[in-house]
Each structure stands twice: as C-alpha cells, then as structure tokens.
C-alpha cells in the first residue's frame, strides 16, 4: 500500500514538471509571435526611403527620379505643388507616402472646365490649372461648377489642389453677404451727409480696401487744399494788392 503511493507521488511530480516545461515553450513561443507583430513596415520590411517633391501629380526625387503617387491620398491629403513628401518603399513593393513639409498656400476660386479632349481643368484668375480627376470626383464636380482651389502662395503652379465645390446654398449665403455689405455702405453714407459732426472712423465703409482709399484720398486732399487767408496775407507782400482785395471766389 505505501509503495503503491509512492508511486503515484513519482508519476505526479513528473506530470509537474512536464507541464512546467510545456508552459515554459508555450511562453517563448508567444514572445516570438508577440515580438513579429509589434514591428512596424519600417522595422521589419522597410528597404528604401526617399524624399522628394510633389509636382502635382508625382513625387520627383532629388536626383530627378518620379514616383507615383496615388491620387486618392494627394486629393484627400490635398497635397499642393511644393510639398515636401517621405516615401517608404517595404520589401513587399507597397509604397507608404508621408508629408514632411508643406508651402505657404492661398486660396482662389474658379470654374471647372474641359478641353477638346475631354480633360477637365479649371480655369482661375485668368489661368489654367490641372486638378486632379479624382479631386472632382470626389465633390461630384461638373463643367461649369464653381470650386475652391489650393495653390502656392509664393509661386506660379501648373497644379492645384481642389478644396471644396461651391454649392448654390454657398453662392446664395456670399451674395446674401454681399448684399449686407452695399446695405450697410450705403447706410453709413447717409448718416454720414446727415450728420456732419460724425467722425471719420463711423463714416466709412467697412470693407477694408475701400477704407484705404478714403483714407488716402482725405490725406491727398487734406495737404493739396489751399489756405485762403494764408494767401491773402501773402498777397500784402511786396507789391501785390491788399488782403480786402482778393476774392474768396476761386472759380474762373
């Protein structure tokens, strides 16, 4: 009876320490699997980086090589002619694209056109500009809609990048406010010939532009308006006729 428990207890300890080592290769193996899936492309089939430039279309390398750039991620990304962009090659082939530095832009709008061969363009500020097609696409744009561009602030661009199309509720919502504006310059000159105590500041128009050009020509009228009793007391001078004898009238 004490050797048949003697037994068991031998075979328990060696089920024991089988399953200890059992635990011990299943740990490692979940260490390997576990290291594999926390690398990155980068890490573990990164082979080439390039930078280069967006030109519109493509990314051009600095030793002039052209890379394509897909035009989904350019339109949604809405990469500008300039942009500075990273590209990892893996050593599948897959390219993963990231932009590194972006131009000063500017925002312009124009018309969306198409040529006599059926390639769309937009036509701003009196040039042409490619966009790309899958930028209309996406705003289910049309020849004649009116769209929002993207374009470099300090350079002439071939290429624009399509922001957004202006919808007749936009259009209805820019005419509405420039309508406001005329109202309120309109308004405000009234007030202003009603009212002659008024300062300068309350009487002009709130568009900026046209608050400069008041503002230059009241300078410009301010220096030029000639002083009339100065002049009649420079009229006493030498021999010219005495103050009482030159007319305020000024007109021929």
């Known amino acids: ?4 428990k003697q037994n068991k207890l031998v075979l328990l300890q060696q089920m024991i320490e089988n399953a200890e080592r059992n635990i011990v290769a299943a740990k490692q193996i979940m260490r390997e699997l576990g290291s594999d899936t926390r690398k990155t492309p980068k890490e573990s089939e990164a082979s080439q980086i390039v930078e280069g430039t967006f030109d519109g279309e493509k990314m051009v390398s600095m030793e002039g090589k052209t890379y394509p750039v ?27 694209y990231k932009k590194i530095s972006s131009v000063d832009t500017r925002k312009i709008i124009g018309t969306v056109m198409k040529d006599g061969k059926d390639k ?28 929002i561009l993207v374009v470099p602030k300090e350079k002439v661009s071939n290429w624009a990048a399509v922001e957004s199309i202006i919808s007749e509720e936009d259009r209805r919502e820019m005419m509405a406010q ?12 009234s007030t202003a010939s009603e009212d002659d105590g008024e300062s300068e500041e309350e009487a002009v128009p709130e568009h900026p532009m046209q ?4 503002r230059k020509n009241a300078e410009i009228e301010e220096e030029w308006t000639p002083d009339v009793e100065e002049i009649k007391k420079e009229g006493t001078l030498g021999n010219a006729p005495a103050a009482d004898d030159i007319s305020d009238d000024f007109s021929n």
Not at 72 to 82: D, F, I
């Open 1 to 4: 009876m004490q050797e048949s």
């Open 70 to 96: 897909p035009a989904n991620y350019a339109s949604k990304s809405k990469l500008v002619e300039g942009d500075i962009l990273k590209l990892t090659i893996t050593e599948d082939g897959s390219f993963v």
């Open 120 to 147: 769309y363009y937009v036509n701003a500020e009196g040039r042409r500009y490619n966009v790309l097609l899958a930028s209309l696409t996406y705003f289910k744009a049309k020849e004649g809609d009116e769209v």
């Open 211 to 214: 608050y400069e050009e008041n």
């Open 178 to 189: 420039e309508e406001e504006y005329e109202k309120n310059e309109a308004s405000q000159g």
